[in-house]
DNA sequence: AGCACGCCGACT
DNA sequence: GTCGGCGTGCTC
């Protein structure tokens, strides 16, 4: 009796309502080859259609199921994810209602990606003749047919343009089960390995140099190249060229002599990080040493921790990673380094491959594709022991882990808006505590839940309270708006803004004015009935984007031109909003003559343009600078003295319990690039609200005191870091259907928790409410929230209830998923 | 989510 | 016969 073995797979076209492993053959073939964490194609469904998936675990099995299909190809020469990796993606499945192939899907880069396409072709010994009288009567079949033996073979996705609305799949089923169509799944990948040749040394090199030198005169060329090749051993073909002069055809009679061999090597593409002078040692004062000695005696114990490092701005938090890191290597292990942006911290990267050089592999969204897939793949060899990277960087393939920092790790780009949804804080958390390394949480402000956990003693909490050199903070200037508005000044630069700004001119040093508002930009508005026009498939107004000269929605996509009058009523439109946009031109009306830079999401398009931007503003010594969030971070200029917030509560009165917390961390930031430089700086913060404690509190800088009030009302609200935001979102086109979805989920989630275990829990529910953006692409969207505690038990029920809502057909046309503390 | 299957009515 | 439409049920 023969063994099978059989293999457990996580597939792509599971939804999650349906997501488990599935077992599939492994056919003889692939017995040696095929591991856990390697991907392949199997057939799903009655209807057989080909899907990725991953190999979750292999097993022997005795008595095969019956109904246990076969795996049809093996996509990958080797795993994808290690066993961590893919114990990764199960505790995410769990942690973030996604399925285990989303979880896989995200943990990988996107030059790894593969896409299936489906040929049809004739089966062996079925000619033309014997296609058309199989195809008989039916037209679906003789138009497949046709079109099969016109070239050869099909591509599903051609069948399906020539059928426009009709579908062709149960035709084409037909002709496959009847034998004369067969069906191969191909899979081609994005980005390929780049390969090099490389020249090795085929001989010792003494033998080597003795066959070249005594024709060293006549060829001199093979001379040079055995001389070179002699003293590092292997090079590219094309470095050998290059230094020696010589060409291929040289290279090769050193091939045909068996002096050397040609392989093909796979070739990194290298980020171009701007070359530096390798960095001397790291000083550390004090408090600093003190911070560094604790951290790595923490790291050293090789058992899972967590440590909040709490340095205020300037204070020198990146040469506490750089000496942690190096401890880290000298052990043999590795390290993970997060950034929120990586555009924006241009002098981190700087620091880290000044210090590490090679060994530095990073990780963002603004790589292409391939530059990224490399990067990764570096890592995964073992190659670079340092990666730095944003978001999705918190899953760089390192081995022998012994160390996370997440930089500013309060900051909302940790958390991914798609699916899934994670928190790049909790994944560290995790590979941390699965592989014993530690984690540091770096920050000037930290969230107010990291903040608790280290009060409660669960993280261990370090604090830097100097700033390096000592330097004064700048002297902060509250300006009460409201006194602007009586006075009749509608705009955005009140008088005490407008007298520092013209002392600065007069004083030629520079201005940076900050507007905390996401996504500022301009819209129109007619001047006549006061329409605005909106996005016809979101309940969004447009906004005008200058790069293009069109409105656009920021939710679909979608663009159109600027009508030439209001469709409404016929009035003209004009420009409105307080964006950045508007901010410059109240200056340059303030100021004739003066250069106003501005810098925000619609002004930088090309994927370096905000370094070149700033570059400008610094050597060109622009006087002001007007900019949303990104100007806020990491930014180090010498000639800036006055740093103005344009109004401080723009970003306050938001429906989200991060609000205080965001508004704080952004102001105290912009606060603290005030005067970096020799001189003193100041800054100005306008606000409606002067008394508001929390612009009080960032005014000073006083974060003890933002926290102790922050953390009483999160108590009161039940917000992290007491209970966790479960947000159930139903959409569908039919507005009617998705809030009956629902109420019918919110009825059986009040049922579940009036029983035990649940009625312990203490817990709030809300809704069924509008989104924040109550409609995008068409789909209508309403939400439950549910305030309670995120164990393991909770989020079973919450898993329970979503799958349950995705089986029932009662919400038919209307999807439902979860998310845990939104960004919105 | 797909997709098949089964059933009905319509078209020819 | 052949096809569209629609409800139902399953996916190794």
Redesign the pocket.
């Known amino acids: 009796m023969e063994q099978s073995v059989a293999a457990r797979v996580a597939l792509s ?1 599971a ?1 999650y ?2 997501d ?1 492993p ?3 053959l492994v056919p003889p073939e692939l017995r040696e080859t095929l591991s856990p964490g390697m991907r392949v194609i199997v ?7 080909r899907t990725e998936g991953i190999v979750l675990s292999i097993e022997e099995s005795a008595a095969p ?1 019956p ?3 076969p795996i049809l190809t093996q996509l990958d020469e080797e795993p994808v994810l290690d066993g961590e990796g893919l114990h990764l993606a199960i505790w995410m499945r769990e942690r973030y209602f996604c399925t285990v192939y989303d979880a896989a899907r995200a943990m990988l880069p996107a030059g790894l990606y593969f896409s299936l396409q489906d040929r049809y072709r004739l089966a062996p010994g079925i000619d033309r003749e014997a296609a058309y009288e199989a195809a ?5 079949a003789r138009t497949i047919v046709e079109m099969v033996c016109a070239s050869g073979s099909a591509e599903l996705g051609q069948i399906r343009a020539v059928f426009g609305t ?2 062709p ?3 084409l ?1 037909q002709l496959v089960d009847r034998g004369i169509l067969v069906l191969e799944t191909s899979a081609s990948r994005g980005v390929g390995d780049k390969t090099e040749r490389v020249a090795v040394l085929a001989v010792p090199p003494e033998d080597a140099m003795a066959q070249v030198t005594p024709r060293r005169r006549s060829a001199p060329m093979r001379y040079a190249v055995m001389e070179l090749l002699c003293a590092i051993g292997e090079a590219s073909t094309k470095e050998l060229c290059y230094f020696t002069g010589a060409s291929m055809e040289t290279l090769k009679s050193l091939r045909k002599s068996g002096l050397i061999r040609l392989e093909e090597r796979e070739a990194f593409r290298r980020v171009s990080v701007e070359p530096c002078e390798p960095a001397g040692p790291v000083y550390l004062n004090e408090e600093q040493e003190a911070a560094f000695q604790g951290l790595d005696a923490l790291a050293r114990t090789g058992t899972a921790a967590a440590a909040l490092l709490y340095g205020v701005t300037g204070s020198g938090k990146t040469q506490i990673y750089i000496r942690l890191i190096q401890e880290s290597l000298k052990r043999g292990k590795s390290a993970l380094v997060l950034v929120p942006e990586i555009a924006l911290t241009p002098q981190l990267l700087h620091h880290f491959s000044a210090h590490f050089g090679d060994a530095v592999a990073v990780l963002h969204s603004s790589l292409r594709a391939g530059e990224r897939y490399d990067e990764w793949k570096r890592a995964k060899a073992g190659k670079a022991q340092v990666v730095i990277g944003t978001r999705s960087a918190v899953f760089a393939p390192l081995r022998n882990l012994g160390l996370i920092i997440l930089d500013e790790e309060q900051e909302g780009s940790y958390k991914s808006e798609q699916v899934p949804k994670y928190h790049a804080r909790d994944v560290a958390k995790y590979r941390c505590a699965q592989t014993g390394a530690l984690l540091v949480l770096g920050s000037a402000t930290p969230s107010i839940e990291s903040m608790y956990q280290a009060k409660q003693g669960v993280y261990h909490l370090f604090t830097l309270r100097r700033r390096y050199n000592e330097r004064a903070l700048p002297q902060v200037q509250i300006a009460d708006l409201r006194e602007e508005l009586k006075a009749g000044n509608g705009g955005s630069i009140g008088h005490a803004l407008r007298s520092a700004l013209e002392e600065n001119l007069r004083r030629g040093e520079q201005s940076i004015l900050f507007l905390n508002r996401r996504g500022a930009s301009r819209m129109l508005s007619c001047g006549e009935c006061g329409e605005a026009p909106t996005c016809p498939r979101c309940s969004v107004y447009l906004t005008y984007h200058s790069a293009n000269g069109r409105l656009m929605c920021h939710c679909c996509g979608h663009s159109e031109r600027v009508p030439d009058v209001c469709p409404n009523c016929g009035g003209t439109f004009h420009f409105i909003g307080t964006g950045t946009q508007r901010v410059q031109e109240e200056l340059e009306e303030m100021f004739p003559g003066v250069e106003v830079l501005r810098m925000d999401t619609d002004t930088i398009s090309a994927v370096h343009s905000h370094e070149k931007l700033l570059a400008r503003f610094e050597q060109e010594r622009v006087p002001i600078l007007v900019g949303t969030q990104m100007v806020a971070k990491g930014l180090d200029f010498e000639n800036v003295t006055l740093v103005g917030v344009v109004a401080a509560d723009l970003s306050l009165y938001v429906d989200d319990y991060r609000a205080a917390e965001r508004t704080f961390s952004l102001i105290t930031q912009v606060v603290g690039r005030a005067g970096r430089g020799e001189k003193t700086g100041r800054a100005l913060i306008q606000t409606y609200t002067p008394e508001n404690d929390v612009i009080t509190f960032a005014a000073a800088q006083n974060y003890d005191a933002f926290y102790e009030q922050e953390i009483g009302l999160r108590e009161l609200r039940g917000c992290p870091p007491f209970r966790d935001l479960f947000v159930l979102t139903a959409s569908g086109t039919t507005e009617s259907a998705v809030l009956q979805t629902c109420m019918r989920l919110r009825r059986s989630l009040e049922e579940w928790l009036r029983q035990p275990p649940y009625e312990g829990y203490r817990s709030q529910l809300l809704g069924p409410a509008p989104a924040a953006i109550a409609k995008v692409n068409n789909r209508y969207r309403y939400r439950l929230t549910l305030s309670t505690r995120n164990d393991k038990r909770m989020r079973a029920l919450v898993a329970h209830l979503l799958c349950c809502a ?2 029932d ?1 009662e919400n038919r046309g209307v ?1 439902v998923y979860a998310d845990v503390n939104p960004l919105d």
């Open positions: 076209a939804t309502a349906i488990k599935y077992t599939y057939p799903f469904g009655a209807g057989n259609r199921d109904k246990c299909k008989g009567n039916s037209e679906y009709r579908n799949g149960p035709a089923k995705q089986k057909k999807s």
